[in-house]
Protein backbone atom coordinates (compact mmCIF):
# COMPACT_ATOMS: atom_id res chain seq x y z
CA UNK A 1 0.00 0.00 0.00
CA UNK A 2 1.68 3.40 -0.85
CA UNK A 3 2.29 5.90 2.24
CA UNK A 4 -0.54 8.88 2.43
CA UNK A 5 1.48 12.23 2.26
CA UNK A 6 1.43 14.04 5.80
CA UNK A 7 -0.51 17.23 4.47
CA UNK A 8 1.54 20.58 5.41
CA UNK A 9 0.94 22.30 8.71
CA UNK A 10 -0.05 25.98 8.54
CA UNK A 11 2.93 26.93 10.02
CA UNK A 12 4.88 24.99 7.11
CA UNK A 13 2.95 26.24 4.42
CA UNK A 14 3.86 30.16 5.40
CA UNK A 15 7.47 28.86 6.03
CA UNK A 16 7.32 27.66 2.41
CA UNK A 17 5.67 30.72 1.01
CA UNK A 18 7.83 32.95 2.19
CA UNK A 19 10.89 30.84 0.22
CA UNK A 20 8.99 31.34 -2.74
CA UNK A 21 8.41 34.94 -2.36
CA UNK A 22 11.64 35.89 -1.20
CA UNK A 23 13.08 33.91 -3.98
CA UNK A 24 11.20 36.37 -6.43
CA UNK A 25 12.43 39.25 -4.65
CA UNK A 26 8.76 40.33 -3.40
CA UNK A 27 8.10 42.30 -0.85
CA UNK A 28 4.86 40.76 1.36
CA UNK A 29 3.02 44.43 0.27
CA UNK A 30 3.53 43.65 -2.87
CA UNK A 31 2.59 40.31 -3.34
CA UNK A 32 -0.79 40.50 -1.25
CA UNK A 33 -1.07 43.91 -3.59
CA UNK A 34 -0.23 41.56 -6.98
CA UNK A 35 -3.11 38.71 -5.79
CA UNK A 36 -5.41 40.84 -4.65
CA UNK A 37 -5.28 40.19 -0.83
CA UNK A 38 -5.03 42.42 2.11
CA UNK A 39 -1.67 42.72 3.26
CA UNK A 40 -2.54 41.74 6.94
CA UNK A 41 -4.54 38.49 5.42
CA UNK A 42 -1.05 37.82 3.62
CA UNK A 43 1.42 38.01 6.71
CA UNK A 44 -1.28 35.74 8.58
CA UNK A 45 -0.83 32.99 5.99
CA UNK A 46 3.12 33.75 5.95
CA UNK A 47 3.30 33.69 9.60
CA UNK A 48 1.23 30.21 9.66
CA UNK A 49 -2.12 31.83 11.22
CA UNK A 50 -4.26 30.41 8.56
CA UNK A 51 -4.04 28.60 5.06
CA UNK A 52 -5.19 30.77 1.79
CA UNK A 53 -8.61 29.58 0.29
CA UNK A 54 -8.17 28.08 -2.93
CA UNK A 55 -8.72 31.00 -5.43
CA UNK A 56 -5.94 33.11 -3.49
CA UNK A 57 -3.59 29.65 -3.79
CA UNK A 58 -4.13 29.99 -7.43
CA UNK A 59 -3.29 33.35 -7.43
CA UNK A 60 -0.09 32.84 -5.39
CA UNK A 61 1.32 29.91 -7.43
CA UNK A 62 0.51 32.48 -10.69
CA UNK A 63 2.48 35.22 -8.76
CA UNK A 64 4.99 33.53 -7.94
CA UNK A 65 5.76 31.22 -11.39
CA UNK A 66 5.31 27.80 -9.42
CA UNK A 67 2.72 25.22 -9.23
CA UNK A 68 0.05 24.76 -6.55
CA UNK A 69 1.40 21.36 -6.16
CA UNK A 70 4.94 23.01 -5.98
CA UNK A 71 3.52 25.12 -3.26
CA UNK A 72 2.03 22.15 -1.02
CA UNK A 73 4.83 19.96 -1.96
CA UNK A 74 6.19 18.34 1.47
CA UNK A 75 9.79 20.34 0.55
CA UNK A 76 10.10 23.16 -1.61
CA UNK A 77 12.01 22.42 -4.76
CA UNK A 78 15.64 23.83 -4.36
CA UNK A 79 17.35 22.52 -7.08
CA UNK A 80 19.64 24.60 -9.92
CA UNK A 81 16.23 24.52 -12.30
CA UNK A 82 14.38 26.56 -9.82
CA UNK A 83 17.16 28.71 -9.39
CA UNK A 84 17.39 29.46 -13.06
CA UNK A 85 13.74 29.98 -13.74
CA UNK A 86 13.99 32.98 -11.05
CA UNK A 87 16.93 34.56 -12.37
CA UNK A 88 15.70 34.36 -15.85
CA UNK A 89 12.05 35.55 -14.38
CA UNK A 90 14.18 38.82 -12.64
CA UNK A 91 16.12 39.15 -15.91
CA UNK A 92 13.22 40.10 -18.17
CA UNK A 93 12.26 42.39 -16.09
CA UNK A 94 15.25 44.58 -16.52
CA UNK A 95 15.61 47.23 -19.71
CA UNK A 96 16.36 45.30 -23.04
CA UNK A 97 19.97 46.71 -23.38
CA UNK A 98 21.26 44.84 -20.19
CA UNK A 99 19.09 41.46 -20.29
CA UNK A 100 21.74 40.11 -23.32
CA UNK A 101 24.79 40.54 -20.70
CA UNK A 102 22.47 39.01 -17.52
CA UNK A 103 21.22 35.70 -19.60
CA UNK A 104 25.16 35.89 -20.11
CA UNK A 105 26.48 35.67 -16.87
CA UNK A 106 23.06 33.44 -15.90
CA UNK A 107 24.62 30.89 -17.78
CA UNK A 108 28.08 30.65 -16.40
CA UNK A 109 26.15 30.43 -12.78
CA UNK A 110 23.45 27.96 -13.53
CA UNK A 111 23.89 26.01 -17.07
CA UNK A 112 20.69 26.56 -19.03
Known amino acids: MAKRKTPLSFPEFGRHLKYFRELRGYTQE ?9 PNYYG ?3 RGKQMPTVRYLYRLSCALCVSMECLLAPNPPQDETGIRDVLIHMIRKQPEAQCFILYELN ?3 VPL
Open 44 to 46: SIE
Open 107 to 109: AHI
Open 30 to 38: ELAEMVGMS
